[in-house]
T-cell receptor, first 113, second 112 residues
């Protein structure tokens, strides 16, 4: 069965430090992968997506993610975290259309001053 | 401005009552989706619709119903058969199969 796993429920980093959020997926075919961000009580905003081609994808707000087929992973990275990055981050895999998604359970990011 | 509007933002209902959550989009998108979000559970798909007058069950459709009479609107009814209706509900839409989905701001439903 298709699934997405985000191993880290909560991560705290210092402002200015680098960030990596982990995502592993289980999917039979070539996956279409997404990272979304959610501020408290708000909807989701797309950070970036991977369909094919270059395995390193750039997104908004300085985020990037790398697709590694051999590891079934799609980890999200940012070189220097800002306090405004504090939010919850969701990894997702598409099944049939870009709105029909299987989501991971999310990773909450806290940023220390 | 184009977007997805969910209303109301907060909704309170007594146990045993049906309640309808509104979702309207002016993006001219063909497909619309309803997700439920519970703390620590991520988002789970309730129903989706690719075209007007047609919709499919998602992963957790029991206790919910939808309609798609207009392209712009995809209301979700939480029925009394839904055992744990208190949750955050998110609506989304997308143009077609290969385009980005946009999410509304959500409705927080509390059943007391």
């Amino acid at each position: 069965a298709q699934s997405v796993t985000q191993p880290d429920i909560h991560i705290t980093v210092s402002e200015g430090a680098s960030l990596e959020l982990r995502c592993n997926y289980s999917y039979g075919a070539t996956p279409y992968l997404f990272w979304y961000v959610q501020s408290p009580g708000q909807g989701l905003q797309l950070l970036l997506k991977y369909f094919s081609g270059d395995t390193l994808v750039q997104g908004i707000k300085g985020f990037e993610a790398e697709f590694k087929r051999s590891q079934s992973s799609f980890n999200l990275r940012k070189p220097s975290v800002h306090w405004s990055d504090a939010a919850e981050y969701f990894c997702a895999v598409e099944r049939g259309s870009q709105g029909n998604l299987i989501f991971g359970k999310g990773t909450k990011l806290s940023v220390k001053p | 401005d184009g977007g997805i509007t969910q209303s109301p933002k907060y909704l309170f209902r007594k146990e045993g009552q049906n309640v309808t959550l509104s979702c309207e989009q002016n993006l001219n998108h063909d497909a619309m989706y309803w997700y439920r979000q519970d703390p620590g559970q991520g988002l789970r798909l309730i129903y989706y619709s690719q075209i007007v007058n047609d919709f499919q069950k998602g992963d957790i459709a029991e206790g919910y119903s939808v309609s798609r009479e207009k392209k712009e609107s995809f209301p979700l009814t939480v029925t009394s058969a839904q055992k744990n209706p208190t949750a955050f509900y998110l609506c989304a839409s997308s143009m077609a199969e290969y385009t980005e989905a946009f999410f509304g701001q959500g409705t927080r439903l509390t059943v007391v």
